[in-house]
């Protein structure tokens, strides 16, 4: 039973941190990407110690690390709670102006700049949320639920067994980190220093998501080379590499093989950039699937369409480079049956239906799980992730602090 007259910080904290500016740069070599992610790490800083946080620290690579110590006789896993300070580089998070929209009774949410429209029928997750408060931004920056909203759940999720010490659990740690959004969030994460057995990323979408299962990633960067003339003695000489890879993209198949055409199970492949002139061309793609051994078949088949596009231009030649990202995180936690069946228990004990499906996509418990730390991700609230319209209901906010404070719990009992 939690405190009814405890007053949750989680919103407050989320309007604080959503106004500050912490995208991501893909196309950056330094760690993190963007040093402006530290503005916000260096808050949440101070915030820890203020909560009454133990070992608090922020590492040479931004990486925000603090422990919570136990406060029971028995012997407890020490479990870890990690969320990201990054978002997306696909939307601006400069100047966030959030607004709430009390007490929602249906229908769509028109914001008041760029004519960006929530709409309800795209949006089934919002028939559950009449009478919920909604906070949007006002239609010109994503809003950074993704994932501020889960470290204002973690901060509050801690402050409330700190404040509420006859809540017995054992050792926590906590973690926010830098560069997710870019895919190297874990890049420079010290495993042994963080010190957690497992751990939980609340980075998800819908109340009562449970991840437990990935897709396998790899990237695949295929540069094809041609031959450039002047252009006034170009007649039988010059071989333009954008001709090449853009006839390579059009042997793509068009009804399978890419994330606009597949669903459930099903993996693709998915060109994200392609970059180039004449003389060389360079198309950057994901590839996805559930199973490991298809990611081979289909970077196999992408060699197979550059051969035949270079075929098709005598003199032009194509590199392709895989690149390992991550592998479903299943794998891993299958051997460790307990953190999903706790974590199922704390939901259960909240009235929360627990949604377990398979992600397509990835996590950074999906690295961590391989790095020797199983960590499964659970809900956030928000919605709409990497877009103007991205949304989340304070109250689905409250509930994922709760299911903090409510695993903390399982762990110690179960123990």
Known sequence: MF???????????????????????????????????????????????????????????????????????????????IAHVDTSPAVSGKDVKPIIHKNYQGGDIALPNGGFVIKADENPEMKDMIGYDIITTDGTTLLGADDKAGIAEIMDGMEYLIKHPEIKHGTLKVCFTPDEEVGRGTEKFDVEKFGAKYAYTLDGGTVGELETETFSADGAVVKFTGINVHPGYAKDKMVNSIKVASKFIDLLPKDTFSPETTSGREGFVHCVSM????????CKFIVRDFDDKKLAEYE????????????????????????????????????????????????????????????????????????????????????????????????????????????AQVWEEKA
């Open 3 to 81: 405190d009814p007259n405890y007053k949750f910080t989680v919103v407050d904290r989320f309007l604080k941190y959503v106004k500050i500016d912490t995208q991501s740069d893909e196309e950056s070599t330094t760690f993190p990407s963007d040093p402006k992610q530290l503005e916000l790490s260096k808050i949440l800083v101070e915030e820890l110690k203020e909560i009454g946080m133990s070992d608090v620290v922020m590492d040479e690579n931004g990486y925000v690390m603090a422990t919570l110590p136990s406060n029971t006789e028995k012997d407890v896993p020490v479990i870890g709670f």
């Open 275 to 282: 970059q180039g002139n004449e003389e060389s061309t360079t």
């Open 300 to 407: 196999e088949r992408l060699e197979g369409y550059a051969k035949e596009a270079v075929a098709a231009f005598p003199g032009a030649k194509y590199e392709l480079q895989v690149i390992e990202q991550y592998r479903n995180m299943y794998n891993v936690l299958k051997h460790h049956p307990e953190i999903e069946a706790h974590a199922v228990e704390a939901l259960k004990r909240l009235d929360i239906k627990p949604i377990q499906h398979p992600i397509r996509g990835g996590t950074d418990g999906a690295r961590l799980s391989f790095m020797g730390l199983p960590t499964p991700n659970i809900f956030a609230g928000g919605h709409n992730f990497h877009a103007n319209t991205e949304y989340v209901a304070i109250q689905d906010m409250q509930l994922a602090t709760k299911v903090v404070v409510e695993l």
